[in-house]
């Protein structure tokens, strides 16, 4: 990975080679820590984040069902970033807010662990191929009985990791994996959304992660007069579609060519497909104004 040169954690700015924590800390163990994954984009003003408001909240939401308490307030954490951009001299990068029960305690109960809260910006390009092939995992997302679906848990990842190792290690781009219903949820780090005769449908949320990336291609799709549909989706419906794309912060939006042997749309990326693509990365590089709440600008 690109470094830069400072890391914030606990308030203050460490050089990069300097950020470390505790072996016994308890997130590296258990995997109790919340994170987001945020991109800020190069504009003609300078630096843009991506819906920054969103992405906090969303971080504050996860650290709340892991009963951790984050010794900063949100427009802390957002100055912080803003900060820490500046001071590396990124024009574009990835931002990963980490918030985590750190040294102090082992067990499963990790309450009297010390919070640890940090961030770190890198330029990082495309997190996947302009084009993917995808293999419907063995492994199935995790039950929503068994998790809160809605947090972005560390620990959650885990059955992200083994579908993505299973997928690689049958030469396919990246995994989708089903519900424990046997209906299509997402893939790794990314939602999916298919096109049928026109109409744009996304699984709808429950069994999932509310992706951010996601909210703002169904705004986009809607605004663009598309029809948009939440439902349930069948292997069935999912290998007969038109087009088929994964949004994300990491994957942005992505056209799906190929689900496990099933060419979709002959190997090529949809119309539609395309028409959301570039209209999302005008919005994030500053060049429609209709969305320019979506952005802040780091001055
Ligand atoms: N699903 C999972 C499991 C993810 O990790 C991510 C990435 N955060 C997404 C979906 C997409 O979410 P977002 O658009 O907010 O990045």
Redesign the pocket.
């Known amino acids: 990975m690109e470094k830069t040169k400072f890391i914030w954690i606990n308030g203050k700015f460490v050089k990069w080679e300097n950020a470390k924590i505790h072996i016994l800390s308890h997130a590296l163990h258990y995997g109790s820590g919340v994170f987001?994954?945020?991109r800020c984009y190069k504009t003609n003003k300078g630096p843009a984040i991506f819906?920054l408001n969103?992405?906090i909240d969303?971080l504050f939401n996860s650290a709340k069902f892991l009963k951790i308490k984050i010794p900063f307030n949100k427009n802390q954490i957002k100055k912080a970033i803003i900060e820490l951009i500046k001071i590396n001299k990124v024009d574009e990068c990835y931002i990963r807010p980490i918030v985590f029960y750190g040294y102090g305690k082992m067990g499963l109960n990790p309450q009297g662990a010390e919070i640890n809260c940090a961030i770190a910006v890198w330029p990082w390009g495309k997190y996947l191929k302009d084009k993917v092939k995808v293999k419907i995992s063995k492994f199935i997302?995790l039950h929503p009985k068994s998790i809160i679906s809605e947090a972005?848990v560390c620990g959650?990842?885990i059955n992200?990791i083994f579908a993505t190792l299973d997928a690689k290690e049958n030469n396919f781009d990246e995994a989708l994996l089903l519900d424990y219903r046997g209906y299509v949820a997402?893939?790794?780090?990314?939602?999916i959304f298919i096109v049928k005769n026109k109409i744009i449908y996304t699984p709808k949320l429950g069994n999932?992660?509310?992706?951010?990336?996601?909210?703002?291609v169904i705004r986009i799709a809607k605004d663009l007069n598309f029809k948009v549909v939440e439902k349930d989706i069948t292997v069935n419906e999912l290998k007969n579609c038109d087009e088929a794309f994964f949004?994300?912060?990491?994957?942005e939006i992505t056209p799906i060519i190929q689900i496990d042997n099933k060419l979709i749309n002959k190997g090529k990326e949809g119309e539609i497909t395309k028409i959301l693509k570039d209209k999302f990365q005008k919005i994030v590089h500053g060049e429609d104004n209709n969305y320019k709440n979506w952005l802040t600008y780091v001055k």
């Open positions: 987001e994954g945020i819906r969103e992405h969303r997302r972005k959650y990842y992200s997402e893939g790794p780090g990314e939602n999932i992660l509310p992706g951010i990336t996601r909210d703002s949004t994300g912060t990491a994957a």
